[in-house]
């Protein structure tokens, strides 16, 4: 069985969907450019990457552009490599979306490189300065060079100094391979409780403020929850300290301190190039590791702080590292129940004191609404208001034409495009039914899987969706719990629990589809019903579709405006034909409350209840993939009728992909 994806790492398809933020990939490179001079005084390395359908178009993947001012810090690989990146930021340029390495980000990487014969171990050339792989990288890079990964998993890889150069790993010929490399924490990891001056440490924390000191300097304030006898010692009751001016010499206003209190929280000081990275990409409220802080007695505060300085052997070598969210480590699980437990115990010892610089701030980000705006400013906002609500209205006015005109039966929808065009569409009956779900054991014993992680494309029409208002298609995520959701009875979820201090809480897209078969050249039956499918659109494959951040859509007028706008393309008047269709059911059942025949049930069969719609057909991507069940009663409940004759505890489910609104 192939390997999976390495925790912390996107796949291209989610990279590309990231755009502006750091993400870490392995893929393989279907395209590559040889190192040039750019316009200015660096050089460039360009290649794509990709990990599926590799033998379609290249220009499906993920073009990456190297630069550095030292041509040996380059990554140059050869077409059919494994390519490890770190922290690559996906960009906007010249019209794409690409990874995009400029000379002061210094994003590692790895190169995997194919032997002169099928049994020789894959070379390994690496940035100066790239941490080791773990087990699982290498195994799945291994998987995508075709290598097979017992014969390289007893030795490490050469890690390069200045200048990189290949170097082959050659397999231990002292004993026979046992069991595969478990990674370990390297023992500098610390806990800020454990750490005392003096001493290097590894700490994984969260960024409780920040401050730029100035052009050279960056403070992080973090804790991980921990008390050390040697902080400084943070009162609920007091205003926090002047940020990077403790002791008030400039007349920069204090913020209040936002948790947590007492001697838990350790001031950093980054320098360069550690500062120049957290200023572009470490923000409050992140996770992040801290690697080599040189923990000391400050010379003014006179008590414990940090110093993370340049390294001396790698002077471009980034030792912040922002944690992915889904990062499964254990050290971070840790840290995120001691913080729930903490603010739990503040709300129940101190009900009055848990933030409130933070949930004010919180409260703010909510509203989105501008405050102490000058006159001019204000007209401007409302004349801003005023042209938007003018539009709505021509929009209106036009729909109305619109919705007039009914499309024609089999015609695509020009505006929606679906990733790797060479696949052929299949039916959703076909994909309901799929015979590659029925197995035979060797006991001669037929069975059903309940789901497979398989991929495919369809031409369809959308029938409904849910929820009904558009307003909740977005909803806020829990960042923290989810990493817990797999630790049972580790922090008690209440309605307290939602409110506590620095949650790193975040808006989604979660909405679901209804389609059915449609479409040119698509066998279905066009004069009986048809089998329909629920497709689950969410987190980057709805920002994918719709080119638009999820945020709540209850405050943001404008952004459910352009969500509308979008959706209109998709479905066409679905949205106005289902309003109309819920008033009328609402006036009906409010008019009908006595009567004792009346149909009460909120959510009718929607194969029994179909609103004509002005919808176009399209081709969209389709994942299969199946969910646990959470309890042993949902047995009887799926989406497909197929998964209930071995349902196994698994539900299967089908969402899109790879689709976007052009």
Same mark, same amino acid.
């Given at each position: 069985?192939?390997?999976?994806?390495?925790?912390?790492?996107?796949?291209?398809?989610?990279?590309?969907?990231?755009?502006?933020?750091? &993400?870490?990939?392995?893929?393989?490179? &279907?395209?590559?450019?040889?190192? #040039?001079?750019?316009?200015?005084?660096?050089?460039?390395?360009?290649?794509?990457?990709?990990?599926?359908?590799?033998?379609?178009?290249?220009? %499906?993947?993920?073009?990456?552009?190297? $630069?550095?001012?030292?041509?040996?810090?380059?990554?140059?690989?050869?077409?059919?490599?494994?390519?490890?990146?770190?922290?690559?930021?996906?960009?906007?340029?010249?019209?794409?979306?690409?990874?995009?390495?400029?000379?002061?980000?210094?994003?590692?990487?790895?190169?995997?490189?194919? !032997?002169?014969?099928?049994?020789?171990?894959?070379?390994?050339?690496?940035?100066?300065?790239?941490?080791?792989?773990?087990?699982?990288?290498?195994?799945?890079?291994?998987?995508?060079?075709?290598?097979?990964?017992?014969?390289?998993?007893?030795?490490?890889?050469?890690?390069?100094?200045?200048?990189?150069?290949?170097?082959?790993?050659?397999?231990?010929?002292?004993?026979?391979?046992? #069991? /595969? =490399?478990?990674?370990?924490?390297?023992?500098?990891?610390?806990?800020?409780?454990?750490?005392?001056?003096?001493? $290097?440490?590894?700490?994984?924390?969260?960024?409780?403020?920040?401050?730029?000191?100035?052009?050279?300097?960056?403070?992080?304030?973090?804790?991980?929850?921990?008390?050390?006898?040697?902080?400084?010692?943070?009162?609920?009751?007091?205003?926090? /300290?002047?940020?990077?001016?403790?002791? !008030?010499?400039?007349?920069?206003?204090?913020?209040?301190?936002?948790?947590?209190?007492?001697?838990?929280?350790?001031?950093?000081?980054?320098?360069?190039?550690?500062?120049?990275?957290?200023?572009?990409?470490?923000?409050?409220?992140?996770? @992040?590791?801290?690697?080599?802080?040189? +923990?000391?007695?400050?010379?003014?505060? !006179?008590?414990?702080?940090?110093?993370?300085?340049?390294?001396?052997? $790698?002077?471009?070598?980034?030792?912040?590292?922002?944690? %992915?969210?889904?990062?499964?480590?254990?050290?971070?699980?840790?840290?995120?129940?001691?913080?729930?437990?903490?603010?739990?115990?503040?709300?129940?010892?101190?009900?009055?004191?848990?933030?409130?610089?933070?949930?004010?701030?919180?409260?703010?980000?909510?509203?989105?609404?501008?405050?102490?705006?000058?006159?001019?400013?204000?007209?401007?906002?409302?004349?801003?208001?005023?042209?938007?609500?003018?539009?709505?209205?021509?929009?209106?006015?036009?729909?109305?034409?619109?919705?007039?005109?009914?499309?024609?039966?089999?015609?695509?929808?020009?505006?929606?495009?679906?990733?790797?065009?060479?696949?052929?569409?299949?039916?959703?009956?076909?994909?309901? =039914?799929?015979?590659?779900?029925?197995?035979?054991?060797?006991?001669?014993?037929?069975?059903?899987?309940?789901?497979?992680?398989?991929?495919?494309?369809?031409? @369809?029409?959308?029938?409904?969706? $849910?929820?009904?208002?558009?307003?909740?298609?977005?909803?806020?995520?829990?960042?923290?719990?989810?990493?817990?959701?797999?630790?049972?009875?580790?922090?008690?979820?209440?309605?307290?629990?939602?409110?506590?201090?620095?949650?790193?809480?975040?808006?989604?897209?979660? =909405?679901?589809?209804?389609?059915?078969?449609?479409?040119? !050249? *698509?066998?279905?039956?066009?004069?009986?019903?048809?089998?329909?499918?629920?497709?689950?659109?969410?987190?980057?494959?709805?920002?994918?579709?719709?080119?638009?951040?999820?945020?709540?859509?209850? #405050?943001?007028?404008?952004?459910?405006?352009?969500?509308?706008?979008?959706?209109?393309?998709?479905?066409?008047?679905?949205?106005?034909?289902?309003?109309?269709?819920?008033?009328?059911?609402?006036?009906?059942?409010?008019?009908?409350?006595?009567?004792?025949?009346?149909?009460?049930?909120?959510?009718?069969?929607?194969? %029994?209840?179909?609103?004509?719609?002005? *919808?176009?057909?399209?081709?969209?991507?389709?994942?299969?993939?199946?969910?646990?069940?959470?309890?042993?009663?949902?047995?009887?409940?799926?989406?497909?009728?197929?998964?209930?004759?071995?349902?196994?505890?698994?539900?299967?489910?089908?969402?899109?992909?790879?689709? *976007? +609104? @052009?």
């Amino acid at each position: 069985m192939a390997p999976s994806i390495p925790p912390g790492f996107d796949d291209i398809q989610t990279a590309v969907s990231r755009m502006d933020r750091m &993400v870490n990939v392995i893929a393989v490179v &279907v395209d590559a450019l040889p190192p #040039k001079l750019s316009g200015g005084s660096s050089y460039v390395s360009t290649f794509t990457l990709k990990d599926h359908d590799l033998d379609n178009e290249s220009w %499906n993947g993920l073009k990456i552009r190297y $630069f550095n001012n030292d041509e040996s810090y380059l990554p140059v690989p050869q077409h059919g490599d494994v390519v490890l990146l770190r922290q690559i930021k996906v960009r906007s340029y010249q019209g794409a979306v690409i990874g995009l390495c400029s000379q002061r980000d210094s994003t590692p990487w790895i190169i995997f490189s194919k !032997g002169s014969n099928p049994k020789a171990v894959p070379q390994v050339t690496m940035r100066p300065g790239t941490r080791d792989l773990t087990a699982t990288e290498k195994s799945y890079a291994f998987s995508l060079i075709g290598a097979d990964y017992t014969v390289a998993t007893s030795c490490q890889p050469v890690q390069v100094n200045q200048v990189a150069t290949s170097v082959p790993l050659r397999p231990l010929a002292t004993k026979p391979f046992t #069991k /595969p =490399f478990t990674p370990r924490r390297r023992p500098k990891f610390s806990l800020i409780k454990d750490a005392s001056c003096g001493i $290097f440490v590894d700490l994984v924390v969260q960024v409780v403020k920040t401050y730029p000191e100035d052009y050279q300097r960056f403070l992080l304030y973090v804790t991980d929850y921990t008390q050390n006898k040697q902080l400084f010692n943070y009162s609920s009751e007091e205003s926090g /300290p002047r940020d990077g001016d403790e002791y !008030g010499y400039t007349s920069r206003p204090r913020r209040d301190w936002p948790g947590p209190y007492g001697q838990m929280t350790l001031q950093v000081t980054l320098w360069e190039p550690h500062s120049y990275y957290a200023r572009q990409n470490i923000k409050e409220n992140d996770f @992040v590791v801290l690697q080599n802080v040189n +923990i000391k007695i400050g010379r003014m505060s !006179g008590v414990m702080e940090g110093s993370l300085h340049t390294d001396r052997h $790698f002077p471009e070598k980034i030792q912040v590292i922002p944690i %992915n969210d889904n990062d499964s480590d254990e050290d971070l699980k840790k840290l995120v129940k001691r913080k729930l437990e903490y603010w739990k115990r503040m709300r129940t010892e101190n009900p009055g004191h848990h933030g409130n610089d933070v949930n004010k701030r919180k409260l703010a980000d909510d509203d989105e609404q501008p405050r102490n705006l000058s006159k001019k400013a204000k007209k401007r906002l409302a004349e801003q208001r005023k042209k938007q609500e003018a539009k709505r209205k021509r929009e209106e006015d036009q729909l109305e034409i619109t919705t007039s005109f009914q499309a024609k039966r089999d015609q695509l929808n020009d505006y929606i495009r679906a990733n790797n065009p060479s696949v052929p569409c299949r039916s959703i009956s076909d994909i309901l =039914f799929n015979e590659s779900h029925t197995n035979i054991s060797p006991d001669g014993i037929k069975y059903r899987l309940p789901f497979q992680n398989l991929r495919y494309k369809a031409s @369809v029409r959308i029938v409904d969706f $849910f929820p009904p208002k558009l307003e909740d298609f977005s909803v806020q995520y829990d960042v923290e719990r989810a990493m817990l959701s797999d630790t049972e009875g580790s922090v008690s979820g209440t309605d307290d629990d939602n409110n506590e201090t620095g949650s790193r809480k975040r808006w989604e897209w979660r =909405f679901c589809l209804l389609v059915e078969d449609a479409g040119p !050249g *698509t066998h279905y039956n066009r004069s009986g019903p048809r089998e329909r499918m629920k497709l689950y659109v969410g987190n980057n494959d709805a920002v994918f579709l719709l080119r638009l951040d999820a945020v709540n859509l209850r #405050k943001n007028p404008a952004v459910l405006f352009d969500l509308r706008e979008k959706l209109f393309i998709l479905w066409g008047d679905l949205e106005e034909r289902k309003r109309a269709s819920m008033a009328v059911a609402q006036s009906s059942n409010s008019s009908s409350d006595n009567n004792a025949g009346s149909n009460d049930d909120p959510n009718p069969d929607p194969n %029994n209840q179909i609103i004509t719609a002005s *919808t176009k057909p399209f081709v969209c991507c389709i994942k299969e993939f199946g969910v646990k069940r959470s309890r042993a009663s949902d047995e009887g409940t799926s989406d497909n009728d197929d998964s209930d004759e071995c349902g196994l505890g698994w539900e299967r489910r089908f969402c899109m992909f790879g689709t *976007t +609104i @052009v």
